[in-house]
């Protein structure tokens, strides 16, 4: 039996954008330990830290409608960056990492 996914509109279409992409990313974080469960919590995407996924990333961002923030793909080579997506209880994190 497979559990039904509850995302809400935005957090569906991040991951579509990511994996259309080839974008290498994990998510951690409540919501990818109660994929049963509503959104209801801040959700965590660990990106590689790779040029190539650097760039796709920016891509995914100005598709996704956040281009204003003015992010570049140097913003996601560099390891250890917080790159913070709305507020709570929907927040998306980016969190680079090689």
């Not at 109660?34 to 796709?56: Q, V």
């Not at 204003?68 to 507020?87: K, M, T, Y």
């Amino acid at each position: 039996m497979q559990a039904k996914v509850k995302l809400y509109q935005d957090l569906k279409e991040l991951i579509t954008l990511l994996n259309s992409h080839k974008v290498e990313f994990l998510i951690v974080g409540a919501q990818a330990l109660a994929w049963s469960c509503d959104y209801k919590t801040d959700i965590y995407f660990f990106m590689h830290t790779s040029p190539e996924n650097a760039e796709e990333i920016v891509n995914v961002l100005e598709e996704f409608g956040v281009s204003s923030l003015g992010l570049s793909a140097l913003d996601f080579q560099e390891p250890n960056q917080v790159i913070q997506l709305g507020r709570e209880p929907h927040r998306i994190d980016l969190l680079t990492h090689h």
